[in-house]
């Protein structure tokens, strides 16, 4: 199961329509969208509004989601047009919240590429609309380095410890990237929410073993399964696509679809048994 948190993805959807997501270089647009609030039009100790001036602040508010959002927030204006006290206005907003979840788990079943999983299996998981700002502070990503590679020995450093690295080209050649295969000792346990003709890395969760390192990542070879026995493992690959979103291949499609029909919207468990990872050039 994952949250929803209405205060932040009213934040977000507010923001990414908003002058300051499009600036230009040299803007710090991190720092304006931590900055970004809409109005509180939610009671709190705190506040000394009245239930009117938040009314106001509820009603601008749906109108600027209107405008950039398709939502039906039409329940919402409905129950703003005859709000006359403090518990009407709470049943508003409570729609308010409800329809910004619903319109969320759909941005997230129709576009994933356009939302961020968030969490851990202890934790728990949220899922929020992103772009590359949220992205960036939400998932510690930056553009940047989401397509860079690994210097060989740095990737020895992270996983020297559980997996047997060895290059898989003969030759080095000076000004390429390298590509190495790490072979795990101690397998990597993640799970997939099968939605698309491709893995999102997004809709990847880590269980358990060693997390994998991200950059240069080009292919996977997986067995499902959190705990299968070595005598049933059926190696399956995964490989890089070119889509800008992080995400993998089913190669061959029939030899996953043998084994996991066609966007049935399960979670798949799966164990890393070997990756291969593109480093930086010598």
């Known amino acids: 199961m994952a949250e929803m948190h209405p205060g932040l993805i009213l934040k977000v959807l507010l923001w990414e329509d908003s002058p300051s997501s499009r600036a230009g270089g040299g803007v710090d647009r991190a720092a304006l969208f931590r900055s970004y609030a809409p109005p509180d039009h939610r009671a709190s100790p705190r506040s000394r509004s009245t239930w009117s001036e938040r009314a106001v602040w509820l009603d601008v508010t749906v ?9 039906d927030l039409r329940p919402v204006r409905d129950a703003l047009a005859s709000v006359s006290s403090e518990k009407d206005l709470e049943g508003a907003a409570s729609l308010l919240d409800a329809c910004l979840a619903a319109a969320t788990a759909r941005r997230y079943l129709e576009a994933p590429e356009t939302c961020a ?31 860079g590679l690994f210097p060989k020995a740095s990737l020895r450093l992270r996983l020297g410890e559980v997996a047997d690295l060895r290059p898989v080209e003969l030759l080095e050649i000076p000004g390429r990237p390298q590509r190495v295969e790490a072979v795990f000792r101690s397998h990597p346990v993640y799970e997939f929410d099968n939605l698309d003709e491709m893995v999102w890395w997004k809709h990847c969760r880590h269980l ?54 066609t966007r049935d919207g399960r979670t798949y468990p799966f164990r890393v048994l070997r990756a291969t990872f593109e480093t930086s050039p010598s």
């Open 208 to 261: 358990s073993g060693p997390p994998l390192p991200k950059e240069g990542l080009q292919e996977l070879a997986v067995a499902l399964g959190a705990e299968a026995p070595e005598s049933e493992r059926v190696a399956l690959r995964l490989v890089r696509s070119r889509h800008r979103t992080m995400s993998f291949r089913f190669d061959p499609p029939g030899a996953w679809r043998a084994r996991v029909p």
């Open 117 to 147: 999983f968030l969490g851990d299996r202890e934790g728990g998981y949220t899922i929020l609309p992103a772009d590359g700002v949220v992205r960036t502070l939400a998932l510690g990503e930056s553009p940047a380095s989401r397509g």
């Open 63 to 71: 109108r600027a989601l209107s405008l950039s959002q398709r939502i």
